[in-house]
């Protein structure tokens, strides 16, 4: 059973996620170490001029929608209705569902364990994000 939530934050709650993401894979932060974990050249590639795959952040930008309206559906139905509820529930949905699914990769796709480190505390910092805003907005 669906819950009342209030799409305002489900929107901000996603934006959030989508800034931390671009800054976390900006050369601000991450984007070295990704590249190079990933087996590209980050030389190369900043030279040749990379381009924004617009298609791929519009998909991405309406998965993390969904994902900010399930964690608003999930602070509603554990009454997580303030900011430190909104983190401790982002922290239990991170480690239950993002943290352990990632592992996969190192476990079976040999993904080295440094890649998951980047990706895994990327998703850590969004979730506790979207959780924060949409607990402080419930």
Known sequence: MLVE??????????????VIGWAWFSPLLFVKPWMKLRGIDPE????GGMKMPYGTMAVEFV??????????E???????GSVMGGLVLG???????????????????KVPL????????????????MAAILGAWR
């Open 5 to 18: 939530v209030n799409y305002l934050a489900v929107l901000v709650a996603a934006i959030a996620s989508f």
């Open 44 to 47: 190369a590639a900043m030279a």
């Open 63 to 72: 998965s993390t929608l969904v994902v900010a309206f399930f964690i608003a």
């Open 114 to 129: 440094k890649l998951y480190a980047i990706i895994a505390g990327r998703w850590f910092v969004s979730i506790l994000a």
């Open 91 to 109: 922290f239990w949905i991170w480690l239950g569902f993002y943290a352990t699914t990632l592992l996969g990769g190192v476990l079976w796709e």
């Open 74 to 80: 999930f602070a509603a139905w554990v009454g997580a």
